[in-house]
């Protein structure tokens, strides 16, 4: 499984060169109800975020100088995209942290199918990697997947669940008790169909609304917030030639700080009513200031943004400014180009994953310690697992 930046720097490629016009199925990630028909509600109607138009003839391919992309349209049935409740805040140093990874995917001798072995997210103990709980998956759900977003109380955890070949991830949040364990799955209802790729999620940190990211079919990207008690949504698009690839929630809820490639890292003002995700955002970093910035968080005051930029980690006051360095990473040759980071609940460290150990730095002087990842089940067998605390 490719990491991250590959796809992302991927997908940008082929869709400045080709228009986007190959078949993306075999990496699409969707958020929908259901393989069948999306679901109709009386609280919303299902809004498809493109419009596919008038399908080609049988056996014809378009070609890149006659494609043109899909509409879009923007989902608007969330009102109120801010999350103001209580905030979940951390009570001390994380205790726990949640693994998510795919399913382990085989080819069998002379086969072209890929077989898919599912495997359960996990729970692990934040000091020694190890062990603590498999996370019980809700019905329809069959694997892990890997993407995972955690509130600041190192409870509660919303993750993506595989549903099988071919057929569309689902959402589900979990909560933990005080000994790491784990409590029934919660599905989010899904009542607007999401047929493209998910590459990024952030839980708000009151834990009511999921904001998540897709590259576009045709071109550009879309930040939606999805609110987890009812699937309601409200997007921001843009067909610019950008890729966000990280996302962080401000602790009052009103704001969404975002990563872009290009575009460096930037805020969006939830307030805004517009559906433009250029003109609702206010650039903080210049735009090639940052080298693939794939991950982005705020601080605790919510006066600054932490952001990876390659395998450092720099502060910026939210208002814009000199950036300062936090801490230089050193990783293995080989490892990806970018950094996926979860910042923990108090702001004072931040946890990586390379291969199958856990990397967290101190903030407060850039020091890092590493365990292995004990996922339970296969562990150690499959790509590079995605953690979050």
Known sequence: ??????????????????????????????????????????????????????????GSTPSPSSFRPPPLVPATSLAEPMATGKRLTATGPPRFFVTARTPIFSFADSSKTAHATPVPPAVNDAVTGAFVAAVPLPPGVRSSWHLVAAAPDNRTFVLAGWTGQDTPLRLFRIRLDERGRPGEPELVPALEPEPDQVTAMALSQDATRLAYTVTLIGGGTKVAVLELATGRRRDWVTRENTHVMGLAWAPDGRRLATARLPG???????????????????????????????????TPDGD????????????????GGRPQVVARLTLPRGASAGLNFSVDGTGGQLLYTYGWRAHRVDLADGSTTSVGIDAGKRSGEGGSPVVAW
Request: charged share 15%; proline share 11%.
């Open 264 to 298: 460096g890292v930037s805020v969006l003002d939830l307030g805004n009513e517009g559906s433009d995700l250029v003109a609702a955002s206010r650039p903080v970093t210049p735009d090639r200031a940052v080298w693939i910035p794939e991950s982005v968080a705020f």
């Open 304 to 319: 600054a943004l932490l952001y990876s930029t390659g395998h450092d980690v720099e502060r910026v006051p939210v208002e």
């Open 1 to 58: 499984m490719r990491s991250r930046t590959e796809v992302a720097l991927a997908g940008l490629i082929v869709l400045t060169l080709t228009g986007a016009c190959a078949d993306p199925a075999t990496r699409r990630v969707s958020l929908v109800n259901a393989p069948s028909a999306p679901p109709s509600s009386s609280l919303a109607p299902a809004m498809p975020l493109v419009d596919t138009g008038s399908p080609t003839s049988p």
